[in-house]
């Protein structure tokens, strides 16, 4: 996202290579909440440190706000401004508040020597609803106050780039909602550039306008946060985002209406895609609320015609308001099933018991496409 006519707040485009990771990126962020996610150990937190300056790359270039902060190894005058003169907010993830100064005083510290020093900062702790603690010291506030209060650091430079390494991890869910809120509400008054990093898929929805997903030191997908996760464009992509039912098949035939796959003995139908052609190898997924269960006793709707299997119940949970089986079907390949509670109360669903399912039609959708190695999930 990039404002139009202008280049975006934070481009970056680098390679590094540190103990136990082979780091090559390149992203780019305007004023949104750009959400990196991914698992532990993959390059999230790392990125961060280089854009503030904490960590220097082998090579490449970062710019902010359309100045080069650093440059090495690439074609241009090389560069690499200290931290203390990228202007960027951070918010590490153990805070790094001052014990010995109070909330106030922490807040106030970046401002230097301003004559309204501490009225700036009173106001940024009543923006984040922390001015009653403004005299408490670290010690003092608990993990989710420190955690507002090292926002409001942040927030007092007046710096337009804002990272944030994990902000929510510590805290219960109702403090988690309303950070996440006051975040949202602060980024558009202030039109923050965010960078957040997270492993909770939950965050990134609540908060994040595009996500980009960070897998073995690299960027494998970069979109809107629904997008990324109802289209991930790699396997690994959709291992990440925690997609169940990963379907490897084989393509039986591409007649320009539909694909049909040959799925370990199964034949499954699913939409065209253009420019896969027959006997190429497929990854393919289908959501687990778009796997039906088929009422025995009635007949085929249009939304339960195609891909009509017996399968055998093997797991059975159920919440309040979801139902969730585990089921294998004939091939002996298992796929997830998710409705809600009230749905299929006639039908026996637990472990053990036959049932007939429909992999719904237009539900699967085609990850990508290789020309050898079949195989299946």
Do not use: C
Request: glycine residues 8%; charged residues 25%.
């Amino acid at each position: 996202m990039v404002a139009p006519g202008g280049a975006p707040a934070l481009m970056m485009d680098l390679r590094t290579r540190l103990p136990g990771l082979d780091l090559e990126a390149r992203l780019e962020a305007d004023r949104e909440v750009l959400v990196l996610f991914g698992p532990s150990g993959s390059g999230k937190t790392t990125i961060l440190n280089i854009i503030a300056g904490l960590v220097r790359a082998d090579a490449g270039e970062i710019a902010l706000e359309g100045q080069v902060v650093f440059r090495r190894g690439v074609p241009g005058a090389g560069r690499d401004l200290p931290a203390r003169a990228r202007h960027i907010g951070y918010v590490m993830q153990q805070y790094a508040l001052f014990p010995h100064m109070t909330a106030l005083e922490n807040v106030a510290y970046p401002m230097g020597r301003a004559p309204d020093r501490l009225d700036r900062a009173a106001r940024l702790l009543d923006l984040l609803a922390m001015g009653s603690h403004a005299g408490h010291r670290p010690a003092q506030l608990s993990g989710g106050q420190q955690q507002r209060i090292a926002l409001a650091r942040a927030l007092a430079a007046e710096r337009s780039i804002l990272l944030l390494d994990e902000p929510f991890a510590a805290l219960d869910a109702g403090l988690r909602d309303r950070l996440q809120a006051d975040l949202r509400r602060l980024r558009a008054e202030l039109d923050l550039t965010v960078l957040l990093v997270t492993h909770r898929l939950e965050d990134a929805f609540a908060i994040g306008d595009r996500l980009a997903v960070v897998r073995k030191g690299r960027i494998e997908q970069v979109g809107p946060v629904g997008d990324v996760f109802r289209r991930p464009a790699t396997r690994g992509v959709a291992e990440i985002m925690g997609i169940r039912n990963l379907i490897t098949a084989r393509v039986a035939s591409a007649d320009g209406t539909a694909l049909t796959l040959e799925w370990d003995g199964l034949r499954l139908e699913m939409p065209h895609v253009p420019d896969v052609r027959a006997n190429q190898d497929v990854t393919a997924y289908i959501r687990p609320e778009d796997v039906k269960i088929v009422y025995p006793d009635r007949p085929l709707s249009d939304a339960v015609a195609h891909n009509v299997f017996d399968a055998r119940v093997t797991s059975h949970h159920e919440s309040a308001a979801m139902r969730v089986l585990s089921v294998q079907l004939e091939n002996g390949r298992e796929l997830e099933v998710r409705f809600p509670a009230l749905s299929y109360r006639p039908i026996r669903l637990e472990p053990g018991d036959t049932v007939r399912v429909a992999l719904r039609r237009e539900g699967l959708l085609l990850l990508h496409s290789t020309d050898t190695g079949a195989g299946s999930t």
